[in-house]
């Protein structure tokens, strides 16, 4: 669309404004958003068939999501019912005498760009829901700029003792055991570790070697690692409801997870049930009853200390019953070690299975990037007691440990889904293996995300 031309500063459904914020940059003029009614025409018409532009509409909408138009759910072409569309200006004929314009060859059609955005969800069977019109939002600091900052501290000490390590000296046995030994205090993974070094050695063993080339290989074989968890979620409709479990440690993100991807969802025309799991905490339920608000799902909940497989059933019965596409449940944080709450989660499990022998379809865990090494352990609990089918790893804007991500998904191979870089609504990234490579290595995109 015509609006790809048109990248500005996205606000909506922040705590901060660009303004408010230090790391936010406008990168081009053309990030300055546009006052807001102000038509938008090129000063020069190219061509008479020039597209339509639309203009972008006022972010105040909270549906906007550039992630879901043009993705897998629903149709791209919807344009956005309050959008206003604004012909470019186009220059007078010319003057009778001016002889005519030689034949141009029609130009072939654009190529879509190398790097196509997912959603971070598919849906694999089923009928295909009719995405509501949206218009394009806002863009501030691109979620890839949030995820190198979050990064930040990772790939600045990994690249500088790498860049230490590497000094006038020539790749030997003692390089590479230093080097491994970095790497594995980046909370890589010994596996991914001896790999990275392995390849170095294979490449470049007994020659000169600059930190730059350590840190190219590290990336590599990184996004190696990633790429197989690099998966969207996959929804077969064919069933209805797909029922998604999000469990996790105490305040790894879920139920903001859970509010993200109702967004998402609702926005591509699904319908969402989200259901209040979390009967421990009072704020917990009502926390994902503003989500539900906000993004137009339905909600079930409970009263305070009610028991949660029960709201489960009834959360998965509502669902079917109001012909939800997509049931999520939202579960009390938990530490992996305290075996009551963990039995509980086994049979909200079992409970659901009741209604559908699949359902859970999805158990969705979240990873707090905060936490480093603790994260490994977690995945494994989890996976035993509620049967974890993937992740989505939360906080990678602050300062994360991003390191561990790489070690899981090596021991692990769990799909990766999506990746929260903020607390809003717009905050859940697909999870792509390069990008996030890139971040952990501190090495360049070639394009931007
Ligand atoms: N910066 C940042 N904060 C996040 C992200 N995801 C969640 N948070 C914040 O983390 C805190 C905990 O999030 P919750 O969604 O309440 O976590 P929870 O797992 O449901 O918590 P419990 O119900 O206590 O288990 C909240 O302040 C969220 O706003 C993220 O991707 N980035």
Redesign the pocket.
Known sequence: MAIGFMKNVFTFGRNKGPKDDPQVVAETPEDVALPEEQEVVFPEAPAPEAPAVVEEADSADPWDDDSIVGGVVGPSTVEPEEAELVQPEVRPEPAAEVPPAPPVETPAPEAPPAHVKNTGFEIVSGPRPVAPAVAQPKKRMTWFQRLRAGLLRTSQQLSGQIAALFTKRKLDEEALEELEDLLIQADLGVETAMRITDTLSSERYGRDVSGKDVVRIMAGEITKVLEPVARPLALDLSVKPHVILVV?V????????IGKLAAKLTRAGLKVTLGAG?TF?AA?IE?LKIWADRTGAEFVGTKLGADAAGLAYDAFKRGQENGSDVVII?T??RLQNKAELMDELSKIVRVLGKLDPDAPHTVLQ?LDATTGQNAMNQVEIFRNVAGVSGLVM?????TARGGILVAIAAKHKLPVYFI????GID?LEPFEAAEFAQAIAGTELEEEA
């Open positions: 996790g105490n305040g790894t993100g879920k139920t903001t997870t979390d905490r917990a926390q939202d009390a944080g979240t939360t906080k990678l804007d602050g929260g870089v903020g607390e905050d």
